[in-house]
Structures are given as structure tokens and as C-alpha cells.
């Protein structure tokens, strides 16, 4: 009885404190709101079936506790009560996997007007690299990676003269434009993960990965790797700000191209020289 | 309530046909078993304390030596999670523990629980105990290679704890050994560590495979007359089915941790791409980290079954017993672990809808996890139905049960979660993870190990463990654990990720620092209460209440062994001979609520028992 009892109380604790806790989503600020909607569902199907299987398990332990010359049902099975068990299982399973198919193909799907930001990460940090005023980034590769050069673009490639470089691990994204994160990693894996956003995806070491989300509340976020990369994994953060069309345009008139670049280390190479000749 | 049960409705029966008093049927026939096909199996029989209790051929001692061993490794395993929930919740008292030590400690206990405790347990330990008496037969078909596998098991695990004293520590690189962080400088113990992981890991799938093959073998070929595989208990066919799983599913492990060694010192690149390193490029190029990821998943995720089905058949046998009831459905039970089983092996990539593979897979994936669900589903609906209209015996093995089935509930529903692979975006690589497959790999096998245990242990030693004892045991284990796992889901909510040594001053983990103090202190007091099982044991071993024959009043072959606890050859002169499924408990008619598979149909001729 006293099982019983105590059974009980777990399965009405669990709900309680998932109606009363304190500790759940942060607030959402990006389009992802339907995978907040799924697992809302999720909740609400599975949840019930949590609570029914465990009450219906307390009911038994009240009703059909040992009684000495009592005498258990003898039944093999029922074939119609295990009929209709697996027809509703696969309808509440079904009713789970087609809204997690549809957001599935969504977050697969890039939007056109997707920004793409080359996302880089090392053991232990980030940069980032935006497309100039051509909209194309260049290509890079992880051997072309050096002081002068430190994203690794190809200089063959003419996409890449005017990316922008952001040699900081906080970037900056226009509200309600959606982006394009394209990932890649020079060493270990790694995960470009802003809990507000809800979406992830690791980056992978030679190929590049990528997802995609909208921004939609002005803000400042922590950026976290969520994929583990070594004894820094936990310090590997790098910070999001979302700021207004205006905003942006300002931030992003100050930030280097990588030609500007180029000028400014054959600048300090000449000055280097003629220090050397005097 | 007095409602007695034995006039309900006919039942559509296991076949159409029932065994009855009225047809007059005492004819001989009645009770034929069809003659053993082979003969009997010849037996080493040891003389020495080496070969009867070391380098011994006797399953049932093999068993426990598994038993002993995973428990050891297991109890080390334990304490790592002591000192890992000592950073989270009280890092200051944590002082001397660095990032390296913390992640060295959380790979090992992973791989440890994973590998060394529970699969060795429910397939070394039980397995080799319970095969053979549940089927009937002397001992396992091949005695000496099972001898060999453990003691390949023994070396493993020695090899496994020589890494804690190695130069550079233990692996770190998270019990999932991703490379390329697992054999660069960065990740702790990337030199010997994980070659001496590796090495381990290879030891085990062959003494593995050996004692595998023996259960495969002994299962098909050496199960006595008339045990035919619809009259096997559950046990033996979750064990079998997760040892066919274990026999396709380690080669992948075995290959990745070869290739990954090669990689470390031979400077191949199956895993590795171009890497910059400290601005320096390493003589890596054109390998795949993906690769080993599917690899290590194609075993990983049988892996989880290769647990739990062993753990839903003890469990299955355990609720019958205690409930004086048949298992319901028996049919759909053993169907439902061969599809689960089946299954297992095209859901793999469930824990990569995040690892930059081809998106597309997600699809596919997703699908084939929900689908399992289904008959993981059924076989939930079969427990508690089994206990429905049951006349249950509330002992220490029932509360274990009942532990189990909330656990394991907990942790499928919150399966479907992750399985449905765009909830799992924002929930994988978090506490979420972490808090799910505890409940549903850690937990709830658990449980049913404890169940089994105090279930089983009068069968092994003849002396019941304490009632009393047992039942401070379950009542701290499963409080305490539930109270670990259910509200670290919630972190996971909140966006904590896994495998952060500190959290320190992010706004939304701040907030959690309360509930990792909480997480902690129960930690500390789960792990502690599990030494009230050893102090059990032993306390029983000297003074616990003699358990005599088939003290449970169970149908199963192994409690109907002709001396208590069985000898070597497990069945005197004769083997039993078998007329019916283990399951004919509380049957209409019968003098006692339970009728042995050895009894033969001429002696419960007044019974309405169902033919199976």
C-alpha cells in the first residue's frame, strides 16, 4: 500500500513540477517557434501516455496486491486489446513524426534571401566571414591559412577580395533577415549554438556544414560550442548581437575586407623594409 | 477484495486446442515428448581450486565471475560520477580537479557503465548463470572458450584501468572517442590514453565474441527435450536476441577503434582531414570524421539494446513471477524483441541529425525511430497488463519492477523527443541528453539488475538477501535517481550543453546552479545506497534465511535443479524434460498457482490449462 502511495506521489511530483518550474526555455528569438510547437506536443502525447501507463501500474499495485487464496486471472492474451494497443500507438506515433517531418524539411530548406556567414572555429574560438559586395564568399583552404591570409581564401578567387572579415568571436546579424550558417572547423568538431535560437549543427573538419535561422528580437546572445573539441570546450563561447537594419549597415561600414587587408600587411611589409634599408 | 479470477470468460487461447479433465485422456500419449536428437554433453569436471574456481569451465561460476567483475568496474564507475558531480554542483570543493581530470572522468565512467558494467553483466553475468538452466542443458556447448572470454574480459578491463596510470592520464575525448579531437594534443590522454582504450575496447569484442557464439549456440542446439523456442522464458530470448545484436553490431566498433589506432600511430587518415594545428598543418588529409561517427553509432545504438533487451526479459520474468500471473502476450513479447531487435540496426544515425551528415538522412532516420516505438510501446502495455487482475506479491523484486516500468516510461517518451529529429535540434548536445538515456540506458536496466539479484540470489548462494535491507535499497536507489534525472531535463530546456567542466556566468545557467547542488547531494546519496547491497550480500552470504527449493514458487527451469544451489552438469542423472511454456501460473483448475514446465500434463489433468 505504502508502494503504492509513494508511486503515486512521483507521478503527481513529475507533473507538478513540470507545470511550476522554473527552469525551461529561454525566450525564443529567432523563427524556430515551430520546434518550441513540437515539443509542446511532444509533451502533451507522451506526457499522457507517461502518466496513464503509471497510474494505471498504482491502480494495479492498490487492487491486486498479494492476498493469500486469491487466485490471479489466467489469460494468455487478446488478440482485440493488442490490436487496438498497436493501432493507437502508431496514431499517437504518427501524430508526432509528421510535424517533426515538416519542420525537419524547413530547417533543411535555405530560404533565397538567406545572408550566408562563413562561421570559423578552432580549438578554442570563432571568426566570422561575410560576403562583400558581390553577395559571394570565396573559397577557402585550410593550408592557405596564415597571417596574412586568416580565413584561408583562395587568392585565385576574385569572390573573395571583398568578403568582409570579423576577426572577433561576436558577430553582428540584421533583425528578420534570415542567415545562412555555413560552418567549417580547421582542426576538431565543433557546434556554432545559441540556445535563444534554438538550432545547431556541428562543424566538421574538411566539408562544410550548414543551417539556417531568423533572427527576430534585438538583442545581445551567448554563443556556446556544443559539440565537445577538447579540454576548451566549456570556454569556447562567442556572442551574437541582433541590431536593426541601421544599426547594422553602421557596424558593418567599419569592418575590414580582406583587399583592405591585403593593403594594409603590404603597408606594414613596406614600412618594414625601407626600416631595414635606413 | 476476495474476487477470485478463475471464472472469467473463455479465453482465445495460445492455441485453439485445451488440455482438459473431461476428454478422458490419461493415455500415455498425453505426456509424449518427442527423444533428444543428440546425446548427452561430456563435461570437464574440475579437481583444483584453479580449475574449479579460477580458469574455471562451469558456466554458472563463468556467471559470476562476469557478475563480480562488471560490479567492480561498475563501482568505479560510480565513484568517477561522484567526482564529476562534485565540480558541477560544488566546484570550490572540487579544487584539485582540473578541465583535463573532469573530462578523463567523464569518458571512462561512460565507457565503463556502457561496456564494461552493463553489457558485461546482462550478457556475461546473467547470460552465462541463466542459459543454460533455463534451457535445460549441462552447461554452455563450447565450456572452454566461455573460459577464455572471461578471463579476455579481465584483461580488457585491466588494460582499461592501466590507462589511469599511463603518462598523460586516460582517454578524455568523451566515451564517444570522436576523432579528430580524440588523438590530437588538446583532447587529455590523446597519447597512450587512447591507444589503451582502444586496445581494450578490441580485447572485449573478442572475448566477447567468444562468449557470444556460446549463448548463440547453446540457445539453438543444446535446449533440452521439449523446450521449443515458443516455451523459452523471456530471459532467454532477450539475451539471445541482444547477443545476435552484439555479433553484428561490435565488428563496427572493432574496425573503428583499428582504424583509429592506425590513424594515431601509424599516420593513416580514415578519419582524419587537412588539420591546422598551433598554425601548423599536420601530415593528415582526406579522411572522414563523419565515418567514424557512423561507425561508432552503427554499434552504439544496438548497443543500447544489447541492454535493454536482456533487461525487458528478466523483467518480463520477474513481473510473471511475482504477479501469479502469465506473462500477457506472450507471442507479441517474443515478436516484439525480434523486431526491436531488427530494428536496432537501421536507427543509428539518430545521433548524428546534428553532426553535419547529409540532412536528407533525417528523414529516413527519424521515421525508423518512431517506428520503434511501437513495439517497445507493446511490451510496456504487456507488463502492466501482466500485473492487471494479477494477485501481486509487493516484495523487494516487485518494487524493482514497478522502479522499472516509471523509469523506463520516462525515459522512452522523452526517446521520442530526441528521436523526432527537429525537436532534437535544440534538445541534443544538452543536460536533456544526458537526463534521457540515464533514465532509459542507465536507470532502468538498473533496476532490473537489482530485481534479478534479489530474485536470483537464493537460487545462487540458497540464502535469501533481506527483505528489510532490500527494501532501503529501492526505496533510496529509485527516489534518488528519479529526483538525479527528471529535473535535469529541464537544464537541457534551458540550453545547458553536455560536457562543460563550468558554466559560469551565462544569464540562463546561473539560474541552474541550485538544481546541479540538488542533482549533486542525491548523486552522492544513490551512489552511497548502493553499498547497502554489498553489506546485503554479504550479511546474507553468513546469516540470510535459507531459501531451499524453488523458493519463489516459480515455473522456470532453473529453480527445478535437483540440488539447491545447482552443481556442475546443473541436472544430476537426467535432464528435465519439458511440457509447457514457464508461464502457466494461477491456471483454473490447478491445485497450486503455478505448474513447473517439468510437469506433465497426465498430473494436472483437472486443469484448464491453455496448450502452448
Given amino acids: ?169 561576436v558577430i553582428n546579424l540584421k533583425n528578420n533577415r534570415p542567415v545562412k550558417i555555413l560552418l567549417r572547423s580547421v582542426d576538431v568538431l565543433h557546434n556554432w549554438y545559441v540556445p535563444q535560437f534554438r538550432a545547431k549543427m556541428d562543424a566538421v573538419p574538411g566539408v562544410v556544414t550548414y543551417y539556417w535561422f531568423e533572427p527576430n528580437k534585438v538583442g545581445k546572445y551567448e554563443v556556446l560550442c556544443a559539440e565537445y573539441c577538447g579540454v576548451g570546450h566549456y570556454a569556447m563561447r562567442g556572442g551574437v548581437i541582433v541590431q536593426s537594419e541601421q544599426d547594422y549597415e553602421n557596424w558593418l561600414q567599419g569592418q575590414q575586407t580582406f583587399s583592405e587587408l591585403i593593403v594594409k600587411q603590404k603597408k606594414i611589409e613596406l614600412n618594414e623594409t625601407k626600416l631595414v634599408k635606413k | 477484495m476476495s474476487e477470485d479470477f478463475k471464472d472469467s470468460k473463455a479465453i482465445q487461447a495460445q492455441s485453439s486446442e485445451t488440455i482438459s479433465s473431461g476428454a478422458g485422456s490419461s493415455s500415455p500419449d498425453l505426456d509424449y515428448v518427442r527423444p533428444a536428437e543428440v546425446g548427452d554433453q561430456d563435461l570437464y569436471h574440475g579437481h583444483s581450486f584453479i580449475t574449479k574456481w579460477v580458469f574455471c ?134 597519447g597512450m590514453g587512447i591507444i589503451l582504450m582502444c586496445v581494450s575496447l578490441i580485447l572485449f569484442v573478442a572475448g566477447f565474441t567468444m562468449g557470444g557464439l556460446n549463448y548463440l549456440i547453446t540457445v539453438l542446439q543444446a535446449r533440452t527435450r521439449g523446450m521449443t523456442l515458443m516455451r523459452m522464458p523471456l530471459t532467454v530470448w532477450g539475451i539471445f536476441t541482444a547477443t545476435v545484436l552484439a555479433m553484428l553490431a561490435f565488428p563496427a566498433l572493432l574496425v573503428g577503434s583499428l582504424m583509429m589506432m592506425l590513424d594515431k600511430l601509424l599516420g593513416t587518415s580514415f578519419f582524419m582531414p ?101 513495439p517497445t510501446a507493446m511490451k510496456v502495455y504487456n507488463w502492466i497488463l501482466t500485473l492487471w487482475r494479477g494477485n501481486i506479491r509487493m516484495n523487494t523484486v516487485m518494487l524493482w519492477c514497478l522502479g522499472f516500468i516509471v523509469t523506463f516510461v520516462n525515459g522512452g517518451i522523452t526517446g521520442i523527443f530526441l528521436g523526432n529529429v527537429s525537436v532534437d535540434v535544440p534538445l541534443s548536445d544538452t543536460y536533456f541528453v544526458i537526463a534521457h538515456f540515464h533514465m532509459v540506458m542507465g536507470i532502468a536496466p538498473l533496476m532490473v539488475i537489482m530485481g534479478a539479484v534479489y530474485h536470483w540470489f537464493p537460487l545462487v548462494t540458497g540464502k535469501f538477501l533481506s527483505e528489510k535491507l532490500g527494501k532501503w535499497h529501492f526505496w533510496l536507489t529509485f527516489l534518488g535517481a528519479y529526483s538525479i534525472y527528471f529535473p535535469m531535463h529541464y537544464l537541457g530546456f534551458i540550453g545547458v550543453p553536455r560536457r562543460y567542466f563550468e558554466m559560469y556566468d551565462s544569464p540562463y545557467m546561473t539560474s541552474a546552479v541550485g538544481m546541479n547542488e540538488f542533482i549533486s547531494t542525491a548523486a552522492f546519496i544513490v551512489g552511497a545506497a548502493q553499498f547497502i547491497l554489498i553489506y546485503n550480500i554479504i550479511k546474507s552470504l553468513k546469516i540470510g534465511k535459507a531459501a531451499g527449493k524453488n523458493p519463489w514458487q516459480a515455473n522456470s527451469l532453473e529453480w527445478l535443479t535437483p540440488t539447491v544451489p545447482p552443481e556442475h552438469g546443473n541436472w544430476g542423472d537426467r535432464l528435465p524434460v519439458v511440457h509447457r511454456w514457464a508461464y502457466d501460473y494461477s491456471v483454473p483448475g490447478a491445485k497450486e498457482d503455478f505448474i513447473t514446465q517439468t510437469t506433465p500434463p497426465s498430473e494436472v489433468t483437472d486443469s484448464k490449462v491453455e496448450k502452448t
Wanted: negative net charge; proline residues 4%; charged residues 10%.
Fill in chain 2, 274 to 374: 587537412t588539420i591546422l594545428k598551433a598554425g601548423e598543418v599536420l601530415e593528415y588529409g582526406g579522411g572522414s570524421p563523419i565515418l567514424f561517427q557512423h561507425l561508432f553509432w552503427f554499434f552504439g545504438h544496438p548497443e543500447v539494446y544489447i541492454v535493454a533487451l536482456p533487461a525487458f526479459g528478466i523483467i518480463s520474468d520477474l513481473i510473471s513471477v511475482h504477479s501469479r500471473k502469465n506473462i500477457f502476450g506472450y507471442r507479441m513479447m517474443v515478436w516484439a524483441i525480434v523486431i526491436i531487435g531488427a530494428l536496432s540496426f537501421f536507427v543509428w544515425a539518430h545521433h548524428m541529425y546534428v553532426s553535419g551528415m547529409n540532412p536528407w538522412f533525417g528523414f529516413f532516420f527519424a521515421t525508423t525511430t518512431l517506428i520503434i516505438a511501437v
Fill in chain 2, 57 to 190: 569451465q562451469d558456466a554458472k561460476v563463468i556467471g559470476v565471475q562476469y557478475f563480480c567483475l562488471a560490479t567492480f568496474t561498475g563501482i568505479i564507475g560510480l565513484i568517477l560520477s561522484w567526482l564529476m558531480r562534485l565540480q558541477l554542483g560544488y566546484p570550490e570543493a572540487a579544487g584539485f580537479m582540473t578541465a583535463e581530470h573532469y573530462y578523463q572522468f567523464v569518458t571512462m565512467h561512460g565507457m565503463i557503465m556502457v561496456v564494461y558494467f552493463l553489457t558485461a553483466l546482462f550478457l556475461g553475468g546473467f547470460g552465462n548463470y541463466l542459459i543454460p538452466l533455463m534451457v535445460g542443458a549441462r552447461d554452455m556447448v563450447f565450456p572452454y572458450l566461455n573460459m577464455v572470454s572471461f578471463w579476455m574480459f579481465f584483461v580488457a578491463v585491466g588494460v582499461l584501468l592501466a590507462s589511469f596510470f599511463v603518462p598523460g592520464g586516460p582517454t578524455g575525448s568523451g566515451w564517444t572517442l570522436y576523432p579528430p579531437q580524440a588523438i590530437l594534443e588538446g583532447t587529455p590522454g590523446s
Fill in chain 1, 1 to 169: 500500500m505504502h508502494a503504492g502511495i509513494i508511486f503515486f506521489l512521483v507521478i503527481l511530483g513529475s507533473v507538478l513540477f513540470h507545470i511550476f518550474t522554473p527552469w525551461y526555455w529561454t525566450d525564443i528569438a529567432s523563427n524556430w517557434g515551430s520546434m518550441d510547437d513540437t515539443i509542446t506536443l511532444t509533451f502533451w502525447i507522451g506526457g499522457g501516455v507517461f502518466v496513464a501507463v503509471c497510474l494505471f501500474m498504482v491502480y494495479c499495485v492498490f487492487k491486486f496486491s498479494y492476498k493469500e487464496g486469491r487466485k490471479a486471472e489466467y489469460k494468455p492474451e487478446d488478440k482485440k486489446l493488442e490490436r487496438i494497443l498497436t493501432w493507437a500507438t502508431t496514431l499517437g506515433v504518427a501524430a508526432l513524426l509528421a510535424p517533426g517531418l515538416i519542420v525537419w524539411n524547413q530547417y533543411v530548406n535555405v530560404p533565397k534571401n538567406a545572408l550566408e556567414i562563413d562561421v570559423m572555429a578552432w580549438q578554442w574560438g570563432w571568426q566570422y566571414r561575410l560576403p562583400g559586395e558581390d553577395g559571394k564568399l570565396g573559397t577557402t583552404k585550410i593550408v592557405n591559412i596564415n597571417d596574412n591570409n586568416p580565413f584561408g581564401i583562395n587568392l585565385e578567387d576574385s569572390n573573395g577580395k571583398d568578403d568582409v572579415m570579423i576577426q572577433s568571436d
